[in-house]
């Protein structure tokens, strides 16, 4: 447990270890749906090749946008890319970097996909069907069969099951010739990616290898400031509804107190911790009265200047671009607004 | 389960993240539901339509609802559109955020259902069988057109006598699925495309007003989880004083009632204050007995202050203080209903 402890805790260190992560579980994602996926050649002679293909290219494009979609940096890079200057320069240099690394990641899956279908086979075979060289591993020459009737019979090779073309070109020997092919693809698509992946990391610290330092730097320092601001926006909001509600309770205490007829009785000392933490309100009705109070008339976005923890911050915030007003004036309005709940 | 209760923390860390979760757990749940299901195609010329499309659309409702009832938000941003204004305006904004916010999340179970139900097949198979065109398939262009449409509504089932074994339902079948999962991947490229762009282009328009309505909401929702946290703790302060005077009014009762004179000064006085005058086992009872027949009102405000007598809240008519060590006098409490303000008791 430990281990995957300290996994969990690496990968959710930074942006880029969430992301490989997610990364990771994608490309996993992309090979089970991939022998999840009930592949159905249509064995007719243009759907075949529509089919086929579609599924070869379709998928990894889909896998490729929701890499993009499930990144959080893209609207980190959006953000950054539209906002006005202001008093922070923007270097496009750090956009390219969070652009490109995006886009890295973004392509394992679909590579993955393609890679998975190709060493398969029944994609290439479902779409090149019609294209196998009966010539040379068949009978070209059976008589009777026009050049759209043997694409007829073709066409159906990948269904077994319905195949009527064994005089013109057995079905085990097309099947064989289309899957070597695809193999063959399959195993060269992935040399190919594993190269260019290989000539990325090894080249790259050659070229400009501070200004890739620098740029990594500055995209981490944005994608951390915005999570600080975030969590402090929401600190903030905390504090800020901390106060507004113990202002609220305060306030319809002392209001009801104004409109009771008799005069408060001080609390007995010994009391007074837990009359504190009752808020002033020590009965059903009054209780009652509180509650329809706050769906009826929420207190205003402003925090009394006394309540607030540093003095400074009371005149600052306009939350709703009211004037201050007074402490007296609202409960003034809210001592009539009793006579009726 | 250490390993559940990190994940578990991961998520609960901040609201959106939990619901995310919801969201990706009824999406599992849908693609598990449909794995279970047992898709049975009528293969009656009428019924297959309405079935197969019932199937595809219906589920999917359901699923869209019990995402919109699964997230706090929804009762959240219904009550932000629908409190009076009093003495807080109200921002549209933060409205309209909340709700494409709700809208974009309770989406995905339905969409996951419908998409995983094309590309499986079987319901469009079910529905469309009777709609293709017979001449396009060999074993049905010599039939009458009442026969081909018995027939071609018999497709979908692939053990029924007359088609068993039939090349032309095979290629109907597989023509038809073709069909349907091309659809289905084309309507997810449409969606991922569009979320993509979604992403891409929201920064480019109002991201100022953006950041605000996020705020906002988030606000909305925390201070209703403080307010909740607020009044669970009032009340449990509340039950603890209105139990606390009960016991008291108790013990003044016992004291008055019972010859036992008190014992002053002996030891474990801590001990007996916790007993609060409850000794023994007629006392528990008959305390117990008058909690279930005669709560406490719900006021304990410092008008009935503790060590008075209890007043105007009687429990205990004077005819009753004589039956007092009657067990047998359940009826007692029934007997004398204890109204809020009620006549006060003599001393």
């Known amino acids: 447990m430990d281990k995957f402890r300290m996994v969990f805790q690496f990968l959710q260190s930074n942006q880029e270890s969430f992301m490989n992560g997610i990364c990771g579980i994608m490309a996993l994602a992309s090979a089970q749906m991939y022998s999840a996926f009930d592949f159905n050649c249509p064995c007719l002679p243009h759907y075949n090749l529509a089919y086929g293909l579609g599924i070869l290219l379709v998928p990894p494009l889909i896998l490729f946008l929701l890499g993009f979609v499930l990144n959080n940096n893209v609207s980190m890079l959006a953000e950054e890319w539209r906002r006005p200057q202001g008093q922070r320069g923007k270097d496009p240099a750090v956009l390219r970097y969070m652009f490109c690394s995006m886009a890295q990641r973004a392509m394992i899956a679909p590579a993955v996909w393609v890679s998975v279908t190709l060493l398969d086979g029944k994609c290439i075979t479902c779409a090149f069907c019609t294209s196998v060289p009966v010539e040379t591993l068949g009978n070209a020459s059976h008589p009777g069969l026009s050049p759209g009737e043997i694409k007829q019979v073709l066409a159906r090779i990948p269904c077994k099951e319905i195949y009527d073309g064994q005089e013109l070109i057995a079905n085990e020997v097309a099947v064989r010739y289309l899957r070597c092919v695809s193999q063959a693809l399959g195993w060269c698509f992935v040399l190919l990616m594993t190269t260019l992946a290989f000539l990325v990391r090894s080249l790259r610290p050659c070229f400009t290898q501070a200004a890739f330092l620098k740029s990594r730097y500055w995209s981490h320092y944005i994608d951390i400031e915005r999570k600080l601001f975030d969590e402090t926006c929401t600190e903030h909001a905390r504090s800020f509804a901390k106060v507004c509600i113990q202002q609220f309770f305060e306030g319809m205490s002392t209001d009801l107190e104004a409109a009771r007829c008799h005069p408060p009785r001080k609390a007995p000392a010994d009391a007074g911790e837990a009359a504190k933490k009752l808020l002033g309100i020590t009965d059903q009705g009054t209780m009652n009265t509180a509650l329809k109070s706050w769906h009826r008339c929420k207190p205003p976005l402003q925090l009394h200047p006394p309540a607030l923890p540093s003095g400074n911050g009371g005149n600052g915030w306009a939350g709703e671009g009211q004037p201050p007003t007074q402490p007296p004036a609202p409960r003034k309005e809210v001592a009539a607004y009793y006579s009726w709940v | ?347």
């Open chain 2, 1 to 347: 389960m250490e390993r559940f209760r990190m994940i578990f923390q991961y998520f609960h860390s901040n609201s959106e993240s939990v619901m995310n979760g919801i969201c990706g757990l009824l999406a599992l749940a849908s693609v598990k539901m449909y794995a279970c299901f047992d898709f049975s195609c009528p293969c009656l010329p009428r019924y297959n339509m309405a079935y197969g499309l019932g199937i595809m659309f219906v589920p999917p409702v359901a699923l869209f609802l019990c995402g919109l009832i699964l997230n706090r938000q929804s009762l959240v941003m219904l009550e932000e559109w629908r409190r009076p204004q009093g003495h807080r305006k109200k921002d549209p904004a933060v409205i309209r955020y909340l709700c494409s916010s709700i809208m974009q999340r309770a989406m995905v179970a339905p969409v996951v259902w419908i998409i995983v139900t094309l590309l499986d097949g079987k319901c469009l198979i079910c529905a469309f069988s009777s709609s293709v065109d017979p001449e396009k398939f060999v074993g049905f262009a010599n039939a009458s057109p009442v026969q081909v449409q018995q027939l071609l509504a018999k497709v979908p089932c692939k053990d029924d006598e007359l088609l068993r074994n039939n090349t032309s339902r095979k290629a109907v079948s597989r023509y038809l699925r073709c069909w349907s999962q091309a659809l289905g991947w084309s309507i997810l490229l449409i969606l991922i495309a569009a979320a993509f762009l979604a992403r891409w282009l929201r920064p480019c328009f109002n991201q100022a007003t953006l950041l605000q309505a996020r705020h906002w909401s988030n606000y909305i929702d925390i201070e209703q989880k403080i307010f909740e946290e607020t009044c669970c703790e009032h009340s449990r302060l509340f039950a603890h004083k209105c139990i606390l005077h009960f016991f008291e009014s108790m013990r003044q009762e016992i004291k008055l009632h019972s010859f036992i004179l008190p014992r002053e000064g002996e030891g474990a006085e801590g001990e007996e204050d916790l007993l609060r005058g409850i000794t023994d086992q007629d006392q528990v009872n008959k305390l117990l007995k008058m909690w279930y027949y005669e709560k406490p009102p719900l006021d304990v405000s410092q008008s009935h202050p503790l060590g008075r007598t209890w007043q105007g809240h009687c429990h205990l008519s004077p005819q009753s203080r004589d039956q007092w060590g009657d067990d047998s006098g359940a009826d007692i409490f029934l007997q004398n209903p204890n109204p809020k303000g009620s006549t006060p008791r003599k001393t």
